[in-house]
């Protein structure tokens, strides 16, 4: 039997998600989103926290996640001082 309050638990959650999203009070990025933000393949960030490279990530549970933040760091970090001239 479905609960009738599920959708308006699942609406308030969503709410909440989409205000920090807003506000950048520190919601944490999914492996998928980060390779969106980069334009990499998700294989390519899990080959990264193998060897110890890549932007910053946290396990949580089983899931990895990151900080806008610092995987935007990650990037200024990674500029190539080639294409400054």
Do not use: C
């Amino acid at each position: 039997m479905i609960s009738k309050t599920a959708p308006a638990q699942e609406t308030d959650a969503h709410r909440r998600a989409s205000a920090t999203e807003t506000n950048g009070s520190g919601r944490l990025l999914t492996i998928n989103e980060v390779a969106d933000l980069l334009g990499i393949p998700v294989a390519t960030i899990y080959r990264w926290r193998h060897i110890g490279d890549g932007p910053p990530g946290y396990r949580i549970g089983r899931h990895v996640r990151f900080r806008r933040a610092e995987v935007e760091a990650w990037i200024e970090s990674r500029a190539d001082d080639r294409t400054a001239r």
